[in-house]
Every structure is written in C-alpha cells, then in structure tokens.
C-alpha cells in the first residue's frame, strides 16, 4: 500500500524545492525550483509550506 507524500514533489525530477508564481493567463502555478518545470497549482500545492514568487 502506498503512502502520502508529506510535500508535494515536481511531476519530472521529484525535487521538493517549489515556488508559486502568479501567472496572468493561468492563475497560480507551480515551479520547480530544480529543473524549470511548471503546472497550474493544485489544492496540495496550495496548502504546502512552497515558496511564493510574484513574477511581473
């Protein structure tokens, strides 16, 4: 039986360093810090202790 993650992980390198970054078209994203990869931010995303980044 699998567990739950306690931090949400990136989908490509599994890196737990993740910023959210506000993101115009999209809303609330998810950033790796890691590798550059990012998604629309989830609900688990959210409610992590991430990183917050507001990119102009």
């Not at 999209?26 to 590798?35: I, S, V």
Request: net charge negative; glycine share 6%.
């Amino acid at each position: 039986m699998s567990q739950p993650l306690d931090f949400p992980t990136c989908y490509v390198c599994r890196s737990i360093e993740l910023e959210l970054v506000r993101n115009e078209e999209f809303g609330p994203m998810t950033l790796c810090a890691e590798c550059g990869y990012s998604w629309i931010a989830t609900y688990e995303d959210l409610g992590s202790s991430t990183t917050e980044t507001i990119a102009s």
